[in-house]
C-alpha cells in the first residue's frame, strides 16, 4: 500500500493576494483597500491643503467605512471567503495592533526621558475634524475614533494585500507608517524636539506592524479551496 503523500505546503511569499483568484476578486480587493485607505486621506488631503478634513469625513471617509461594512456582509453571504477572512483578520489585527501601539507608546514616554506626548495628536485630530477648540471634549472624542479608525484600517490594508505572508512583513508595514507619520505630524504636532518625536513612533509603529503581521500570518488565509 502506497503511503499517504504529505499535504502540500503553504506558500508565504507576499504578493497581492489572491494572485491566483479570478480577476473579480482582484477588483474586489482593489475596491476594498481603497475603502480602507479612505480614513487616512481624511488627513492627507487637508495636510496638503485639497480638502478640508470635515468635508472629507463626511463624504470620503464615512461612505468609505461603510462600504467596508457592506463588502464584509456581502462578502460573509455571498460565500466570499477569502475576502470576508481578509476583511476580518484584518480588522482584528488593527485592533490588536493599536492596542500594543498605544500602551507601549505610553509606557515610552513614560520611561524614557522624552519630552514628546505621543498622544496631543487626537485633540489635533478633533479640531481639524470639528473646528472646536483645543479643549473641546467633544473634539478629543473624534480625534480618539478618527485614531482607533486609522488604526482599523491599516490592519485591513495589510490583511488584504500581504494576507499570510511571514510577520516581518508587517513591520515592514510598520516603518512605511512611520515614514508617512515623520513627513506629516511634525508640521501638525508641532514636537518640541525631533528626536524625541521620532523616538516615540518608532517604536510604536515597530510594535505595532510585528502585531499586525503576526496575526495575519497565523489567521489570514492565502486561498480557499
Known amino acids: 500500500m502506497a503511503p499517504a503523500s504529505a499535504p502540500p505546503k503553504r506558500s508565504r511569499r507576499l504578493s497581492l493576494d489572491p494572485a491566483a483568484t479570478s480577476r473579480r476578486e482582484m477588483r474586489l480587493l482593489v475596491?476594498?483597500?481603497?475603502?480602507?485607505?479612505?480614513?487616512?486621506?481624511?488627513?492627507?488631503f487637508d495636510w496638503v491643503g485639497w480638502v478640508r478634513m470635515p468635508y472629507t469625513i463626511s463624504f470620503v471617509t464615512l461612505p468609505g467605512l461603510v462600504a467596508l461594512v457592506v463588502m464584509s456582509v456581502w462578502a460573509r453571504r455571498s460565500?466570499?471567503?477569502?475576502?470576508?477572512?481578509?476583511?476580518?483578520?484584518?480588522?482584528?489585527a488593527g485592533l490588536l495592533g493599536l492596542v500594543a501601539y498605544d500602551v507601549v507608546r505610553a509606557v515610552a514616554q513614560t520611561v524614557l526621558p522624552v519630552t514628546f506626548d505621543a498622544f496631543a495628536s487626537f485633540q489635533i485630530f478633533g479640531t481639524l475634524m470639528t473646528g472646536l477648540g483645543s479643549d473641546s471634549h467633544v473634539g478629543l472624542v473624534a480625534g480618539w475614533a478618527y485614531h482607533i479608525t486609522n488604526g482599523l484600517t491599516f490592519g485591513i490594508i495589510y490583511a488584504l494585500l500581504a494576507g499570510p505572508a511571514r510577520w516581518w512583513w508587517g513591520l515592514?508595514?510598520?516603518?512605511?507608517?512611520?515614514?508617512?507619520?515623520?513627513?506629516?505630524?511634525?508640521?501638525?504636532?508641532?514636537?518640541?524636539?525631533?528626536s524625541d518625536f521620532v523616538v516615540v513612533s518608532v517604536i510604536g509603529h515597530a510594535?505595532?506592524?510585528?502585531?499586525?503581521?503576526?496575526w495575519c500570518e497565523r489567521r489570514a488565509v492565502r486561498a480557499i479551496a
Not at 475596491?31 to 492627507?44: F, G, P, Q
Not at 460565500?79 to 483578520?89: E, G
Not at 515592514?172 to 525631533?194: C, D, K
Open 79 to 92: 460565500d466570499r471567503r477569502l475576502l470576508f477572512n481578509r476583511l476580518v483578520t484584518g480588522t482584528v
Open 31 to 44: 475596491v476594498a483597500v481603497a475603502a480602507a485607505a479612505t480614513s487616512i486621506a481624511a488627513l492627507l
Open 207 to 214: 510594535v505595532f506592524g510585528s502585531v499586525v503581521g503576526l
Open 172 to 194: 515592514a508595514w510598520g516603518g512605511t507608517l512611520e515614514f508617512a507619520m515623520m513627513v506629516v505630524y511634525p508640521s501638525l504636532v508641532h514636537p518640541r524636539s525631533i
